[in-house]
T-cell receptor, first 117, second 113 residues
């Protein structure tokens, strides 16, 4: 089956602009989570959605937001872009349900690489 | 999630076995041990996970110490395509625990031809 699809793969924005990134999870996966990867901070958790509800949020400012649609597709938005927002944004999906298990496995997309000038 | 410690980098020769260590001395009884790897220009990829017993799959083997304070990811015959950053992650399975993965800095594996 198709993997996790993220669009766009690459984009360039300028400071102060906003950006929307899209993620289509694996068919049947109802949980979508987002991560930011930078050379300095590594991989950091942004937020997780399940059944259109945000279940968990990382330590990021309110400029970072997201949502999930009824078909499990998800978008994340970053407003008022700063130079430090340049990063690889990764989306991951899983078959996670309310019966969370530590054995749950995530499947990641290839990411959206954002450059802020 | 409890913290893991991995070497920053390791080297291996092609077609030889590779043993990637991970220390997790503060692991709790409900923590699962997960391994992911990230190839250049790609997102992380699940490799293997286990709780108490050793595990094998088509990609690798996971050897877990009896006291669970350390584990080793074993690639039986390294190929050039195995060159990646390998992350050892503990995931708490207890109810109400954080559901996200907490990545450390991982081990950069270089495979020499």
């Amino acid at each position: 089956k198709a993997g996790v699809t993220q669009t766009p793969r690459y984009l360039i924005k300028t400071r102060g602009q906003q950006v929307t990134l899209s993620c289509s999870p694996i068919s049947g996966h109802r949980s979508v989570s987002w991560y930011q990867q930078t050379p300095g901070q590594g991989l950091q958790f942004l937020f997780e959605y399940f059944s259109e509800t945000q279940r968990n949020k990382g330590n990021f400012p309110g400029r970072f937001s997201g949502r999930q649609f009824s078909n499990s597709r998800s978008e994340m938005n970053v407003s008022t872009l700063e130079l430090g927002d340049s990063a690889l944004y990764l989306c991951a999906s899983s078959e996670l349900s309310d019966r969370f298990s530590g054995a749950n496995v995530l499947t990641f997309g290839a990411g959206s690489r954002l450059t802020v000038l | 999630d409890a913290k893991t410690t991995q070497p920053n980098s390791m080297e291996s020769n092609e077609e030889e076995p590779v043993h990637l260590p991970c220390n997790h001395s503060t692991i709790s009884g409900t923590d699962y041990i997960h391994w992911y790897r990230q190839l250049p220009s790609q997102g992380p990829e699940y490799v293997i996970h286990g709780l108490t017993s050793n595990v094998n799959n088509r990609m690798a083997s996971l050897a877990i110490a009896e006291d669970r304070k350390s584990s080793t990811l074993i690639l039986h015959r390294a190929t050039l395509r195995d060159a990646a950053v390998y992350y050892c992650i503990l995931r708490d399975g207890a109810a109400g625990s954080a559901r996200q993965l907490t990545f450390g800095s991982g081990t950069q594996l270089t495979v020499l031809p």
